[in-house]
């Protein structure tokens, strides 16, 4: 071929198809007319001579030749974007995107106090926050649309090899109770006691369900005789509910700073049980690594490393900025 038989323009549109399923949504996706995104699409399969939709069901299929040409379509995009991105770079900083991804918790807590501090450098820097289960955001970062993730959870097998996962820091998951429970008073609880308790938990596929059962099976903690009063779909949602008097939990240290402030909710430690998980920081060591990235990395994350993050060290700054663009989804709280 003597010239591409496609534009970017149609590697957009056709890609939006696919995630939308209809043409309709995908032209209101990109902010154009539906008829516009049928004639892309026809003059695209008339200049590969081939069908790219079966159009006869009620969501747009794409055929053999469409699922290949997305394939390599959402490669070429990701390449154009990262060299936009690193043009961008030749500004030194004084411009440009970053792009961080999170899993639930570390996305809801610590991320957005992260990403302040680093605004506070870099106020010229536009900022994007995903957050996503683990899963996820490992494979967005695998496919170059995220620079760097912090996760809690497992990376999926498949993509070890290919990212480099650095162990970051220990978060611990404390048992929380109302203040007006009758063990709050105490520093220190025994194992027995945990089995007079009613727990509030995530679903039981979540990430840091499993960790907290491993740790606690661990230490010699027959988790069926655990009494699980309900489970609940978020981390917000237990704390209310524990603040409520409806039960005890096992929540991230990170997401309870606020409560502990105002004394809505205490903590106690269990003897000789110390519930921690790992978070990893993931990058794709095959893609380019922004400035504002390597800024982030360098500068941001050895500050948190402890998670003894302390709110003052973030103070107003000297000049409006556009508030950090969060893309999230209601899925594992991992």
């Given amino acids: 071929m003597s010239e ?13 198809i696919a995630a939308e399923g209809s043409f309709k949504r995908a032209a209101d996706s990109l902010f154009v007319s539906q008829p516009a995104v049928s004639l892309q699409v026809q003059n695209l399969e008339r200049q ?20 290949l040409l997305l394939t390599y379509g959402e490669k070429i995009l990701s390449l154009c974007q990262e060299t936009c991105r690193a043009i ?3 500004q030194n900083l004084q411009g440009g995107t970053l792009i961080v991804g999170a899993s639930q918790t570390t996305g809801t807590y ?16 536009a900022v994007q926050l995903h957050v996503h289960s683990t899963r996820r955001t490992a494979w967005s970062v695998a496919n170059g649309q995220i620079d760097l993730s912090i996760v809690g959870g497992e990376v999926p097998p498949e993509l070890q090899e290919s990212l480099e996962i650095v162990p970051y820091a220990e ?4 048992l929380i109770l109302p203040v007006s429970h009758y063990l709050a008073e105490k520093e220190t609880i025994q194992k027995e006691d945990l089995y007079h308790l009613n727990f509030i938990t995530l679903d039981s596929q979540s990430t840091i369900r499993k960790v907290i059962d491993q740790v606690l099976s661990e230490s010699g903690i027959d988790t069926r005789r655990l009494k699980v ?32 402030q105002i004394g809505v909710l205490t903590i106690v430690k269990i003897e000789q049980i110390v519930v921690n998980r ?5 990058y794709n060591p095959n893609r380019y690594r922004s400035k504002a990235a390597e800024a982030f990395s360098k500068e941001i994350l050895p500050l948190f490393s402890s998670l003894n993050f302390n709110p003052d060290q ?6 409006e900025i556009p508030p950090i663009e969060v893309v999230t989804n209601n899925g594992d709280e991992t």
Avoid: C
């Avoid at 610590?110 to 820097?125: A, E, H, N, W």
């Fill in 4 to 16: 591409l038989p496609f534009t970017l323009d149609q590697l957009r549109i056709l890609k939006a």
């Fill in 229 to 260: 009063e309900m489970e609940l779909n978020s981390i917000e949602a237990i704390k209310n509910a524990v603040q409520s008097g409806l039960g005890v939990a096992f929540v991230s240290v990170s997401a309870i700073e606020k409560e502990l």
């Fill in 314 to 319: 973030i103070k107003p700054l000297s000049k």
């Fill in 110 to 125: 610590l991320l957005p106090r992260m990403i302040g501090m680093f605004r506070q450098k870099y106020p010229d820097v």
């Fill in 278 to 282: 790992i978070l990893s920081v993931i």
């Fill in 88 to 90: 961008e770079d030749l």
């Fill in 171 to 174: 978060d611990e998951l404390a």
């Fill in 48 to 67: 590969l001579n081939v069908p790219l939709f079966d159009r006869g069901g009620r969501r747009a299929q794409l055929t053999e030749a469409g699922h």
